[in-house]
């Protein structure tokens, strides 16, 4: 069964610079999740959106947009990195609006130098 | 607020032994638990979830877990555990589409 695609998997940056991470949900999913895990931390709520529309909002810092387009993927965007960004970010997606019931990608994990 | 407590950072155990691992909960609503697993350098995983139901809660890869309301807890067992387990373990709980993640507990099965 497809899974949830995010891309890139790895990225190196330089402190300063932005950042794009993809998310591919599920084919038919209409919810995207974004979390964000430091190193040896738990995941943290980001944002989340549901037909395109932002639905939730968590610590996500003001540094950093997302958005969900047409086709519903989503795109976390990140400038000005500092080092603390340096983490493994998820996408997990859920059909038919916030669900608790999420499926997560692989993660883009994430090094500013 | 919803929160949840992951009891033991570190949980050795050997090879075909039973194992627990603790997880409680607080919440002023009613929650959905969740249960999931990292293997290292990969995505999260769906163990198991309660919803609602039965209290007693199975799941892939022989994992089970029990919803007890009045303790807030959802323990995630399993009776023989496999070299294959070892991973870091996550409980979550949700509620208006968010997931709130415990501390993890990392699972480091001994031959």
């Known amino acids: 069964a497809a899974g949830v695609i995010q891309s890139p998997r790895h990225l190196i940056k330089e402190k300063r610079e932005t950042a794009t991470l993809k998310c591919y949900p599920i084919p038919r999913h209409d919810t995207v999740y974004w979390y964000q895990q430091g190193p040896g931390q738990d995941p943290q709520f980001l944002i989340s959106?549901?037909?395109?529309?932002?639905?939730d909002k968590g610590s996500i810092p003001d540094r950093f947009s997302a958005q969900q387009f047409s086709d519903y993927h989503s795109e976390l965007n990140m400038s000005s990195l500092e080092l603390g960004d340096s983490a493994l970010y998820f996408c997990?997606?859920?059909?038919?609006?916030?669900?608790?019931?999420?499926?997560f990608g692989p993660g883009t994990r994430l090094l500013v130098l | 607020a919803q929160s949840v407590t992951q009891l033991d950072s570190q949980v050795p155990v050997f090879e075909e032994a039973p194992v627990e691992l603790r997880c409680n909960y607080s919440?002023?609503?009613?929650?959905?638990l969740f249960w999931y697993v990292q293997y290292p350098n990969q995505g999260l995983q769906l163990l198991l979830k309660y919803l609602s139901g039965s209290t007693l809660v199975k799941g892939i890869n022989g994992f089970e877990a029990e919803f007890n309301k009045s303790q807030t807890s959802f323990h995630l067992r399993k009776p023989s555990v496999h070299i294959s387990d070892t991973a870091e373990y996550f409980c979550?709980?949700?509620?208006?589409?968010?997931?709130?993640f415990g501390q993890g507990t990392e699972l480091s099965v001994k031959p």
């Open positions: 919440s002023s609503v009613s929650v959905y």
């Open positions: 979550a709980s949700g509620a208006g589409g968010k997931l709130i």
């Open positions: 959106f549901y037909e395109k529309m932002q639905s």
């Open positions: 997990a997606s859920s059909l038919g609006g916030p669900s608790e019931t999420q499926y």
